[in-house]
């Protein structure tokens, strides 16, 4: 943010200006992949904010240096603790899986079977959950040990002061720093500077709901038994999560103990890990921002990251006017999630179906949950999109072509005990998901994408219109403006783990085709491609430039075994492709994924059915 000190135009100004007003510049992080030159080492905002600038103004800037050798570094952590990420995925298949016929029972035959497959299975499931929480955390503190150390020798190579750092990064190559005009131009010179964004910040505030039975997690929870146990979950909200009755003061750990408590980080909490939450045995780790202590969304996310959490709950926004439909938060969190194997869920925001997505939403590797009405009742038939007015309500606008198509999809957003409202209590509901899903299959943690595709063939339908303003959009099994995928359905998704029915892979360009069964037993299959954002700084200093994370628009398309389609999907702005198609005929279908744009920069993907 610019801070203002006094007026003075001077010839050195009029220079300086005219010198930044020759430059051609580019949104560098978002652009194509390409090598680019000092010109445009910096963000179209930030040049913009250069232009209204005097001599003695500061601008806040997010400084990027190139990265580190991050395989090297992953390598070292798999030698500390003796075995591999593919060794523990080995470790995982080897657990005897769910007989697929199990899933056709119903009433206590099914009841029996899955609690006689998870006690036969308990003991080698826990076990692989640790041996996938100790690499991770090993991980984690070594790029933290790395990082430090790297980004304290950046800055001394760029000259630039301690006392202007508000926030040196330990997880990724960048550090947050005020600058005047002048030190900023002398900045954009260095040849290990690779990027420059304004740190434009605003303020984060709550965005306040819960309904069980609807999105079937009740019955994940208690009739199959998945409750989050061992799994660790990030909070970061408004302040401290506070004492109550639903809560077991030892399954929350407060970072910072004599903080302020908020009742909207404690509701929150009650959803995710609560008595009556989605899962009530895992692991809270919480923290908040306080601009006071200096804590930002940059340092909070860090601190829980090096808690080792797998998933981290984000039901604050910065509802702020966007200048951005890509902001330098959501570049950051792209980054951090690829690199560092975090899910991040996010609240969609309450402005309305045409307000815009509150940041981080619009983040390519996050999470972004809608909100329905449950009208508190358990019939899943009269939910509606959560809106009251054309002013409150499930946000999900995106600005077009300029940002990511979200929200991803929906979940419940009214809390059954008070009415309270708001998409803030649809996050916290497939975050404990999220953890019920991690028990069952400990290594999907290190797959954002993958969790994304499985959840996204989980929604089983889409909800009514809202009281106002209107929603007009069909189901025909599309993702849509408004809702997304439709309404997450906890027991479809953990039966697409128990069925084995998802793939992980990369790719770069062209088609990849991906092969899959349909057996009798199915009447509709749900396909799903998810991918990540690889915003992972590379390249030479000394040449001047940089590539950058293309963002990748792929085609899904489906084929059954006559090779006749059976649906395509293709959102240009979309992290994630779906296509729905009665079954006719079954046996071995063909998915094919085809890279669209012209960018060749390798991605993860992971794919999924039901």
């Given at each position: 943010?610019?801070?203002k000190?006094?007026?003075?135009?001077?010839?050195?100004?009029?220079?300086?200006?005219?010198?930044n007003l020759?430059?051609?510049?580019?949104?560098?992080?978002i652009a194509?992949?390409?090598?680019?030159?000092?010109?445009?080492?910096?963000?179209?905002?930030?040049a913009k904010?250069?232009k209204?600038?005097?001599?003695?103004?500061t601008?806040?800037?997010?400084?990027?240096?190139?990265?580190?050798?991050?395989?090297?570094i992953?390598a070292?952590a798999?030698?500390?603790?003796?075995?591999?990420?593919?060794?523990?995925k080995k470790?995982?298949?080897?657990?005897p899986?769910?007989?697929?016929?199990?899933?056709d029972?119903?009433?206590?035959a099914?009841?029996?079977?899955?609690?006689?497959?998870?006690?036969?299975?308990?003991?080698?499931?826990?076990?692989?959950?640790?041996?996938?929480?100790d690499l991770t955390?090993t991980?984690?503190?070594?790029?933290?040990e790395?990082?430090?150390?790297?980004?304290s020798?950046q800055?001394?190579i760029a000259g630039?002061?301690?006392?202007s750092?508000?926030?040196k990064s330990?997880?990724?190559?960048i550090?947050?720093?005020?600058?005047?005009?002048?030190?900023?131009i002398?900045?954009?010179?260095?040849?290990?500077?690779?990027?420059?964004d304004?740190?434009?910040?605003?303020?984060?505030?709550?965005?306040?709901?819960?309904?069980?039975s609807?999105?079937?997690?009740?019955?994940?929870?208690d009739?199959?038994?998945?409750?989050?146990y061992?799994?660790?979950i990030?909070?970061?909200?408004g302040?401290?999560?506070?004492?109550?009755?639903?809560?077991?003061s030892?399954?929350?750990?407060?970072?910072?103990p004599?903080g302020t408590?908020s009742?909207?980080?404690?509701?929150?909490?009650?959803?995710?890990c609560?008595?009556?939450?989605?899962?009530?045995?895992?692991?809270?780790?919480?923290?908040?921002?306080?601009?006071?202590?200096?804590?930002?969304?940059?340092?909070?996310?860090?601190?829980?990251?090096?808690?080792g959490?797998?998933?981290?709950?984000?039901?604050?926004?910065?509802?702020s006017?966007r200048?951005?439909?890509?902001?330098?938060?959501?570049?950051?969190?792209?980054?951090?999630?690829?690199?560092?194997?975090?899910t991040?869920?996010?609240?969609?925001?309450?402005?309305?179906?045409?307000?815009?997505?509150?940041?981080?939403g619009?983040?390519?590797?996050?999470?972004?949950v809608g909100?329905?009405?449950?009208?508190?009742?358990n019939?899943?038939?009269?939910?509606?999109l959560?809106?009251?007015?054309a002013?409150?309500?499930?946000?999900s606008?995106n600005?077009?072509t300029s940002?990511?198509?979200?929200?991803?999809?929906?979940?419940?957003?009214?809390?059954?005990?008070?009415?309270?409202?708001?998409?803030?209590?649809?996050?916290?509901?497939?975050?404990?998901?999220?953890?019920?899903?991690i028990?069952?299959?400990?290594?999907?943690?290190?797959?954002?994408?993958l969790?994304k595709?499985?959840?996204?063939?989980?929604?089983?339908?889409?909800?009514?219109?809202g009281?106002?303003p209107?929603?007009s959009?069909?189901?025909?099994g599309t993702?849509?403006?408004?809702?997304?995928?439709?309404?997450?359905?906890?027991?479809n998704?953990?039966?697409t783990?128990?069925k084995n029915?998802?793939?992980?892979?990369?790719?770069?360009?062209?088609?990849?085709?991906?092969?899959?069964?349909?057996?009798?037993?199915?009447?509709?299959?749900?396909?799903?491609?998810?991918?990540?954002?690889r915003n992972?700084i590379?390249?030479?200093h000394?040449g001047g430039?940089y590539?950058?994370?293309?963002?990748?628009n792929?085609?899904?398309?489906?084929?059954?075994p006559?090779?006749?389609?059976?649906?395509l999907?293709?959102?240009?702005t979309?992290?994630?492709?779906?296509v729905?198609?009665?079954?006719?005929?079954?046996g071995?279908?063909?998915?094919k994924?085809?890279?669209m744009?012209?960018?060749?920069n390798t991605?993860?993907y992971?794919?999924?059915?039901h």
């Open positions: 943010m610019l801070k000190s006094r007026k003075i135009i001077s010839v050195l100004v009029a220079v300086v200006l005219l010198f020759s430059f051609s510049y580019s949104t560098a992080i194509p992949e390409t090598a680019v030159t000092s010109k445009n080492k910096i963000s179209e905002e930030l904010a250069m209204t600038m005097d001599d003695d103004d601008v806040s800037v997010m400084v990027w240096f190139e990265n580190i050798d991050t395989e090297a992953s070292k798999e030698k500390n603790v003796g075995y591999t990420q593919e060794d523990i470790a995982e298949d080897a657990v899986a769910i007989n697929e016929a199990v899933f029972l119903s009433g206590t099914y009841t029996t079977a899955i609690n006689d497959y998870k006690e036969a299975t308990k003991a080698e499931r826990l076990e692989v959950l640790k041996m996938q929480n955390y991980k984690r503190q070594l790029f933290k790395a990082y430090s150390k790297y980004n020798e800055v001394r630039i002061s301690n006392s750092i508000t926030f330990t997880l990724s190559p550090v947050i720093a005020d600058f005047t005009l002048v030190e900023l002398g900045l954009l010179k260095k040849e290990n500077i690779i990027f420059v304004l740190n434009d910040v605003g303020e984060f505030k709550p965005e306040l709901s819960c309904a069980m609807t999105v079937q997690a009740d019955y994940t929870r009739t199959l038994g998945f409750d989050g061992g799994v660790k990030g909070l970061l909200d302040g401290n999560v506070g004492s109550h009755s639903e809560l077991t030892s399954q929350i750990t407060n970072i910072f004599n408590i009742s909207h980080a404690t509701t929150v909490a009650r959803i995710i609560g008595s009556n939450g989605v899962a009530p045995n895992a692991q809270m780790f919480a923290t908040y921002m306080d601009s006071n202590a200096g804590r930002t969304i940059y340092s909070e996310v860090e601190r829980l990251i090096n808690q959490v797998s998933v981290i709950n984000f039901s604050l926004g910065d509802d006017p200048t951005s439909y890509y902001d330098e938060v959501e570049k950051w969190i792209d980054h951090v999630a690829y690199q560092h194997k975090v991040f869920v996010k609240s969609s925001g309450n402005g309305g179906v045409n307000s815009d997505v509150t940041s981080p619009l983040a390519y590797n996050i999470i972004t909100g329905t009405d449950t009208q508190l009742t019939n899943r038939n009269d939910d509606t959560l809106s009251d007015s002013a409150e309500g499930s946000a606008g600005g077009g940002g990511c198509a979200k929200p991803d999809f929906l979940a419940p957003g009214v809390m059954w005990s008070d009415n309270t409202r708001g998409t803030s209590l649809s996050a916290p509901m497939v975050t404990g998901l999220i953890a019920q899903m028990e069952y299959k400990p290594t999907i943690a290190t797959n954002p994408a969790i595709a499985i959840l996204t063939v989980s929604t089983d339908k889409k909800v009514l219109p009281a106002s209107a929603v959009e069909e189901w025909a993702i849509t403006a408004q809702q997304g995928a439709g309404q997450v359905n906890a027991k998704a953990m039966s783990l128990g029915r998802y793939a992980t892979g990369t790719m770069s360009s062209g088609t990849v085709s991906k092969t899959f069964t349909v057996s009798s037993s199915d009447s509709w299959i749900r396909y799903s491609v998810a991918w990540t954002r992972t590379s390249g030479t000394t430039g590539t950058t994370a293309v963002a990748p792929l085609k899904l398309q489906v084929y059954n006559s090779n006749t389609s059976m649906g999907s293709n959102i240009p979309s992290s994630v492709e779906l729905h198609f009665t079954v006719g005929t079954t071995t279908h063909t998915a994924i085809t890279r744009d012209s960018g060749t991605f993860d992971a794919v999924a059915w």
